[in-house]
Every structure is written in C-alpha cells, then in structure tokens.
C-alpha cells in the first residue's frame, strides 16, 4: 500500500506563490510517476502535470504551462507543485497521485487526500 499526504494549501492573495508538497511512504517500488490534479466543484477533475521519479522529465496539461511547476526530491519521497503569480481561477483543491507502471500501462494508481487552496483579490 502507497499514503499520500499534501500540505502548503491555504489562502494566499492574488498575486502570490504557492508551493505544495506531496510526501509519499509505504510500498514505493515501481510506483514511479508523480502527479498533480485540481479539482474545482461542477467540474472535472484537471490533470496539471507529471514527472517520474530519477528523470529529469516533466509534462504538463497546456492549461497550466507557464505559472506551474512539477518537481520531485527522490531522496525524500516528495513531489511539489510550485505556482506563481496566483490568480482565483486557481482556486481549488489540489491533489496529488502515484502510479505503478508495467510495461507501460498503470497498474495501480494512489491519490492523497487533497489540499484546499482559496486565492482572494
């Protein structure tokens, strides 16, 4: 079994940055890829970006290119999601996912609970 846990969300004025982390434990072998979703109420659930753990490879949704940066510490487990100049359509909960991968497909998939994140004018 794979936890995941968020922090760094909170209210943050328009304007700010925000960065928010994902720490995972439990049974991480092959449970490489790293992501990030936002979740608004009435909408889908919004893919925002993805990296794999030890490459230096990242890809995002072209929704969210340019104020939103993926990033991964291998040696602690965590993956962050850096967002700059906020504005309040960010405003939303934000969550963070795992997945195992064989052969290409995703065999497991792990999400953490979720972080509210509120940008005011």
């Known amino acids: 079994q794979v936890q995941l846990v968020e922090s760094g969300g909170g209210l943050v004025q328009a304007g700010e940055s925000l960065t928010l982390s994902c720490l995972a434990s439990?049974?991480?072998?092959?449970?490489?890829?790293r992501e990030w979703y936002r979740q608004v109420p009435g909408k889908e659930r919004e893919f925002i970006a993805s990296?794999?753990?030890?490459?230096?490879?990242?890809t995002y949704s072209d929704s969210f290119k340019g104020r939103f940066t993926i990033s991964i510490d291998n040696s602690k487990n965590t993956h962050y999601l850096q967002i700059t100049d906020m504005e309040s359509e960010d405003t939303g909960v934000y969550l963070c996912s795992a997945r195992r991968l064989y052969k290409g497909s995703t065999m497991e998939e792990y999400w953490g609970q979720g972080t509210q994140v509120t940008v005011s004018q």
């Open positions: 439990g049974s991480l072998g092959g449970v490489d890829i």
């Open positions: 990296t794999k753990l030890h490459w230096d490879l990242s």
